[in-house]
């Protein structure tokens, strides 16, 4: 469910440029604590990086479709190992990426 126009997509895009990933994606692979600590994460900072480690047995595009398919979390994009995700915060005081959104 893609919900994020051209317009979106390029500004979430360059406003992840400068982010750090704060996520990673190992052996264990994505569990479902994984998962809600990923969505308690978006809630505050809304835009984030996840790292797909090379020892992962997972690649990128699979954590994409996991997410996709599972989740109501946004993929903005995909780059090598480097998944960069959106998820509008429930919290109005949190929503500052969302409101920049709005106006575009």
């Given at each position: 469910?893609?919900?994020?126009?051209?317009?979106?997509?390029?500004?979430?895009?360059?406003?992840?440029?400068?982010?750090?990933?704060?996520?990673?994606?190992?052996?264990?692979?994505?569990?479902?604590?994984?998962?809600?600590?990923?969505?308690?994460?978006?809630?505050?900072?809304?835009?984030?990086k996840?790292?797909?480690?090379?020892?992962?047995?997972?690649?990128?595009?699979?954590?994409?479709?996991?997410?996709?398919?599972?989740?109501?979390?946004?993929?903005?994009?995909?780059?090598?190992?480097v998944?960069?995700?959106?998820?509008?915060?429930?919290?109005?005081?949190?929503?500052?990426?969302?409101?920049?959104?709005?106006?575009?």
């Amino acid at each position: 469910m893609n919900l994020l126009n051209g317009k979106q997509k390029k500004f979430l895009k360059a406003s992840a440029h400068h982010l750090k990933p704060i996520f990673q994606v190992g052996k264990e692979g994505i569990s479902d604590k994984w998962v809600e600590q990923l969505k308690f994460a978006l809630e505050k900072r809304e835009l984030l990086k996840v790292n797909v480690l090379q020892a992962s047995d997972f690649e990128a595009n699979d954590v994409e479709a996991y997410l996709v398919e599972n989740t109501d979390i946004e993929v903005v994009q995909v780059i090598g190992h480097v998944l960069v995700l959106y998820k509008k915060s429930s919290k109005i005081e949190n929503r500052e990426i969302s409101l920049q959104l709005q106006s575009l």
